[in-house]
């Protein structure tokens, strides 16, 4: 018997599976299932205005900076200063997703590939951002690879106001809604990464990121 | 992992004495229960969200064979391959044989329980693929001779910031550093090194989503993200019982686990990951395997400790039990400690293993209060004690002892007897003091305190006493 069979098969026995019950027990799967239903949520104000004031708060608590522009247009720019602000390189591996905007104009060296060990800066997108945290939802595509956001010391997420949602349960129905199906990476972040293993003591830039910076689209 | 539960009482005493881990457990004590204590105020209705995650990891127990049927039908969908371990052993024979079929020579893994509950670094040692633990404090204990975790969420938390300097400066062979950063920055570097050239990345698993096929990652270092994106092949090894229905459920679970385990509103990073990756994506795992474990979990379900089961290994009983904060994770010998591995590590490796674990609680009930999915740990360890006394694995003194109280106590006119007699001889046997230092009948509970003196009458005679006062 294979160890699936086995395992299962106990499970079945301790729970007194047969094929009456388990007929009725598949409907009422498929019934949560559909239902998805939610549990209780902490009250996150609904305007747009309230949202992306609820991220930037929460993005600061988690040790991100935030930065506001009015068009996308500007944010190679935006990036330049917060660069130059800090003393850090200006070259950057970027999603090609984004390989468009005027970086050269910005004096912005980009590459849009996936992401090495000698990249210093990524500079990525967000399919959305979750205000009751201070989340920003990233999902892996061809033209937004993961690791962008993962093996730089600086990432930096350009954010529309208009893709903040309240909570991670309209995060998800909004992928599901767009993408048809969840992507293969959805990863959440919220700050730089952290360790807290060495006498329970904060250390930010445990393998991720030492940074985390916004750059928020009041107008898109 | 061998358990050396059945030692418990000699681990106990030895890290009593031992200065150096009660001056360490004296540092950490209290940081994760203030942290808690403050996050769980964010949320505006913690006890429905609690009541919530209880049900829905209920609901899933309740048909858990067909939650597995559901999740495996759709991450095999997505293109992952689902196996299945009876135990540890089983555990690293997938590993191997997935090792060989895909040319590994190197595996980088996140904080996987279950590879401990296997011992699976020492068997891949043995086939010749090279283990790495990328989380900090599972790294430190790797490179202090495959030293256990102490702590489920915080692996060294019982060691002290000079021990972990001196290691890596023997291990590293660098100069002395004595900065908490600059020994985070040390390991990054040589931990870096190791992601970019593993070819297998290793698991554990918060939750299964059945409705997605996927499994959701949390982790504040990155190294989580790191494993499951560079490496070309991930494997998932995880237990049973962490299906959950759907992402709805897996946002209520969220705003629990960390705020129960670190007290942050949320982890850095939660990762969802569902399948392989897309023939034009830049990263991402070609093969996806997930393990999904037994190791005396099945017969678990349907049995008087199902409740167990719901737990979501985020530690807050431990970082409350006033047990593991005095003697620390070690002592109770296998992978799990606090009130949580004490009622595990018995179902797990059997009651006769873990003789003394359901007795190492007050039973003070700080654990089911802040547990997040409402176990009702002190309940469960007296149903283990029950259990062992039911199968005669308790001393016959002890045994015996007991019977002979069921019966007075039973019995009014024989309990006021017994407790007339007692009370007058405590008395006389304290000679006049307070207090009586070493009770012959007893000598190891005198042994930690002294057992106050009775006053000479019973409870009875005084109540009697004092309602024929006018």
């Not at chain 2, 004690?385 to 001393?395: A, G, I, S, V």
């Amino acid at each position: 018997m294979s160890s699936r069979e086995d395992i299962l098969g106990r499970v079945r026995a301790k729970l007194g599976r047969n094929e009456t019950n388990a007929v009725a027990a598949r409907t009422g799967i498929d019934v949560i299932l559909a239902a998805k239903a939610q549990g209780p949520r902490p009250h996150v104000a609904m305007e747009m205005s309230a949202l992306a004031g609820r991220l930037i708060d929460k993005s600061l608590a988690y040790s991100s900076t935030v930065d506001q522009i009015a068009t996308q247009a500007e944010a190679p720019a935006a990036i330049a200063r917060y660069l130059a602000g800090l003393g850090l390189p200006t070259q950057a591996v970027i999603w090609p997703k984004l390989a468009d905007l005027d970086w050269a104009g910005a004096g912005i060296t980009v590459a849009a590939r996936e992401a090495q060990d000698a990249d210093l800066v990524g500079i990525t997108g967000c399919f959305c951002a979750v205000a009751e945290t201070g989340t920003l939802m990233l999902c892996g595509s061809p033209d937004s690879p993961a690791a962008i956001s993962l093996l730089p010391e600086t990432h930096i997420a350009i954010v529309p106001a208009s893709r903040i949602v309240p909570g991670m349960e309209e995060a998800f129905a909004l992928a599901l809604n767009e993408l048809g199906q969840l992507p293969r990476a959805v990863n959440f972040i919220s700050g730089p990464s952290r360790t807290g293993d060495i006498e329970q003591t904060i250390v930010l830039g445990a393998h991720g990121p030492y940074r985390v910076h916004l750059i928020l689209i009041d107008g898109e | 992992m061998e358990s050396r539960s059945h030692r418990f009482k000699e681990n106990a005493a030895a890290a009593l004495a031992n200065p150096v881990l009660q001056a360490n457990m004296r540092t950490a004590k209290g940081k994760f229960v203030d942290k808690r204590a403050i996050a769980i105020k964010e949320i505006d209705d913690f006890e429905g969200t609690r009541e919530a995650a209880k049900q829905l990891r209920n609901l899933v127990l309740e048909n858990l064979d067909l939650w597995l049927e559901k999740f495996e039908t759709n991450a095999t969908a997505r293109g992952a391959k689902v196996l299945w371990a009876k135990d540890g052993a089983e555990i690293c024979r997938h590993v191997a044989e997935i090792g060989k079929r895909h040319g590994i020579k190197k595996a980088v893994k996140s904080k996987s329980m279950l590879s401990e509950e296997a011992g699976l670094n020492q068997a891949l040692e043995a086939t010749g693929i090279q283990p790495v633990e990328t989380d900090l404090g599972e790294y430190i204990l790797q490179i202090n001779n495959n030293e256990p975790p102490s702590h489920i969420i915080a692996p060294v938390v019982h060691k002290s910031l000079d021990e972990v300097a001196d290691l890596f400066e023997k291990v590293h062979q660098t100069p002395r550093k004595t900065e908490i950063p600059a020994l985070t920055r040390e390991a990054r570097e040589v931990l870096r090194e190791h992601f970019l050239t593993a070819d297998m990345g290793i698991s554990g698993g918060n939750f299964l989503v059945a409705e997605t096929g996927s499994v959701a990652l949390v982790t504040n270092e990155g190294n989580g993200r790191m494993v499951t994106t560079l490496p070309r092949v991930h494997v998932v090894i995880t237990g049973i019982e962490k299906v959950i229905p759907t992402l709805e459920d897996l946002a209520t679970l969220m705003r629990l686990l960390p705020r129960s385990a670190t007290g942050q509103s949320i982890s850095n990073y939660v990762s969802v990951l569902t399948g392989t990756k897309a023939p034009d994506e830049l990263d991402g795992p070609e093969h996806l395997y997930y393990i999904l474990v037994d190791n005396g979990r099945a017969d678990v379900i349907g049995s008087e400790f199902q409740e167990m089961l719901r737990c979501i290994r985020c530690g807050a009983c431990m970082n409350h039990c006033p047990v593991y904060q005095t003697i620390g994770g070690h002592a109770y010998g296998w992978v799990y400690p606090g009130p949580m591995g004490s009622v595990l590590t018995p179902l797990y490796t059997g009651l006769e293993n873990a003789i003394d674990l359901p007795h190492a609680a007050t039973l003070c009930n700080q654990c089911g209060v802040v547990c997040p999915v409402k176990i009702p740990l002190p309940d469960l360890l007296r149903k283990l004690r029950e259990k062992q006394t039911d199968k005669n694995l308790r001393p016959w003194m002890e045994r015996a002892v007991l019977k002979a109280w069921a019966f007075v106590a039973a019995s009014p006119t024989l309990y006021a007897l017994g407790a007339w007699f007692g009370v007058r001889y405590l008395k006389w046997l304290a000679g006049g003091k307070a207090s009586i230092p070493v009770l012959s009948a007893a000598p190891e509970w005198t042994k930690g305190r002294d057992f106050p003196a009775p006053e000479g009458k019973t409870f009875r005679e005084l109540y009697a006493e004092r309602k024929a006062k006018p």
